[in-house]
């Protein structure tokens, strides 16, 4: 309990991350003269040139206050940045969101907070209450867990900071791999290589709902990242 309190944020340092974050979707949707594909995407980050690294975390740090899904985002990192770098940056920029998200909900943790979320994501706070950790790297390492749910989650209940941090990090590397490995195989179209990964992906991303306790474990019936 006392790691709890520890990482709470102050209520100023709550509503300042917020506006930080709605402030940065007003300015890139100002900056929005790119076609929204994964290609204009790229094309906007790499115009940065030796900041669009970056810009490529920032964004996906904030992503759900900007509407974009972190699977066009990551697959964008593969495109633009190649495997590597690609898996690398994807990799930092869940972490960065899995920190702002936690801290917020930690920050604004309350009952009124809790029952939006349980509206939002029925029995999730109780699901991450009760398998803490385990179940925030599943859901990172399966490429379409739902991170915000359990990232919300997270910060509601009494789970520790540094295992949360562990959890996102180790999971977030699997999926910006799996996104970033997918995104490199679209710069020759569909080649052998692209239709390969492809599979690979697809049987990834379904094996795993074959069975009844991924299913219930992920809530995927019920949740969408």
Excluded: N
Aim: charged residues 10%; proline residues 4%.
């Amino acid at each position: 309990m006392s790691t709890t309190r520890q990482i709470r944020l102050a209520p100023w340092a709550v509503w300042v991350l917020l506006a930080l974050a709605f402030a940065l979707g007003y300015w890139i949707h100002l900056q929005a003269s790119f076609e929204l594909s994964l290609d204009g995407l790229r094309v906007w980050i790499q115009s940065w040139g030796r900041w669009a690294p970056l810009l490529f975390v920032t964004v996906l740090t904030f992503r759900q206050f900007l509407l974009l899904p972190s699977l066009v985002l990551l697959t964008v990192g593969g495109l633009g940045f190649g495997v590597f770098w690609g898996t690398i940056l994807g990799a930092v920029g869940l972490f960065f969101s899995g920190i702002v998200t936690f801290a917020l909900g930690r920050g604004l943790g309350g009952e009124r907070m809790r029952r939006k979320i349980k509206e939002r994501y029925p029995e999730m706070e109780a699901r991450v209450e009760a398998l803490g950790p385990f179940l925030v790297l599943v859901v990172m390492a399966y490429p379409g867990g739902p991170m915000t749910a359990v990232f919300w989650a997270s910060g509601l209940t009494t789970m520790a900071f540094l295992p949360f941090a562990a959890a996102v990090l180790a999971g977030g590397v699997v999926r910006s791999f799996l996104y970033s490995l997918f995104g490199s195989t679209l710069i020759e179209g569909f080649s052998a290589q692209f239709l390969w990964i492809s599979l690979v992906m697809a049987a990834v991303f379904l094996l795993p709902l074959c069975f009844a306790r991924v299913r219930q474990l992920l809530g995927l019936s019920r949740l969408r990242d």
